[in-house]
């Protein structure tokens, strides 16, 4: 039936994926927008219109910048991780070693563990009287306030992201390795290369554009972290594990403040954006030249 309409035929095809868009990112986008406009502190049902003014008591808002910093500090300690470890362990799994499969099976295994299970098995293991401190005090040092202490809280949530994404972003590069000729590394044995030099000079160039993939979508996934924060700290102790996705649910779940939580969400939709394309620029920028 296609050939009746000719150069239409593509556009048809992506009609569909265009829908989903247009019904589940841009509408639900342009009514942030707009909800970003009016004020619900006063009357959830009566809202005020103040123009830009909860953007001008956002970044007036120290509390703002706080989990802005928590946000920023989640992505820079979970995004290397994430991003090079499971690299590491796919090229390691990707060897030919006995019970390859078992293996890959137990490293996965997280991934499939739902994460507010993951939360609350963490948060039993972090207690203060937990397993993590019972070790600790073996070794003759004080119990450490893993979720109450505001030096340790957001950086015990940080182990579970990585421990529950390591499994997935492994197979990921697992597929990758797949498609790398194996006649280059037949070459680079040829010349006496050893392992790190095998892989640094031609698993890494091959699989680029993987690296790229992980880092954009774990830094996306970071930078949108809640069911960890909100079942092991709720944000706490002293904002000091509260990120800008969990503090935008307070305000508008909460407090109803549904104005002021969609500027932080536009907001937060910007950075993201920024983040992507720094990801894009550094990694694929070869294949954006004119």
């Known amino acids: 039936m296609f050939k009746y309409y000719g150069k239409y035929a593509p556009y048809l095809f992506l009609l569909p994926a265009g829908l989903v868009l247009l ?25 005020a219109l103040v123009g830009i003014d909860n953007y001008i008591k956002l970044f007036h808002s120290p509390v703002f910048y706080k989990v802005l910093w928590n946000t920023f500090l989640y992505l820079f300690v979970a995004v290397p991780i994430l ?8 090229i390691l799994i990707n060897q030919k070693i006995r019970g390859v499969t ?9 991934v499939i563990v739902s994460i507010v299970v993951a939360a609350i098995a963490f948060k039993w293991l972090y207690a203060d009287q937990g397993i993590l401190n019972y070790l600790v005090t073996l070794f003759g040092m004080k119990p450490i306030g893993w979720l109450t202490d505001p030096n340790w809280a957001l950086y015990s949530v940080i182990i579970v ?20 000729p194996q ?16 892989h640094l000079t031609v698993t890494i160039p091959h699989i680029m554009p993987t690296i790229a993939l992980v880092t954009t979508i774990s830094a996306i996934s970071a930078m949108k972290v809640f069911a960890e924060i909100y079942v092991m700290t709720k944000g706490g ?4 594990s509260k990120t800008i996705v969990y503090y935008i ?3 508008a779940f909460e407090n109803l403040d549904l104005g002021y939580a969609s500027a932080m969400a536009v907001v937060l939709l910007v950075i993201v954006m920024a983040f992507s394309l720094i990801n894009i620029f550094c990694f694929e920028r070869n294949k954006y030249q004119l």
């Open 23 to 47: 019904i589940f990112f841009f509408i639900p986008f342009f009514q942030t927008v707009y909800l970003s406009f009016f004020d619900y502190s006063s009357s959830i049902y009566h809202p």
């Open 83 to 90: 991003a090079i470890f499971p690299l590491f362990i796919a």
């Open 102 to 110: 078992l293996y890959k099976i137990l490293i996965y295994l997280p």
């Open 161 to 180: 992201t990585i421990w529950k994404g390591i499994g997935y972003y492994m197979i990921i590069y697992l597929a990758a390795l797949m498609s790398v």
């Open 183 to 198: 006649e280059l590394y037949e070459a680079c044995d040829i010349d006496g290369a050893n392992f790190l030099t095998k």
């Open 237 to 240: 102790p002293l904002n000091s």
């Open 249 to 251: 649910y307070e305000r």
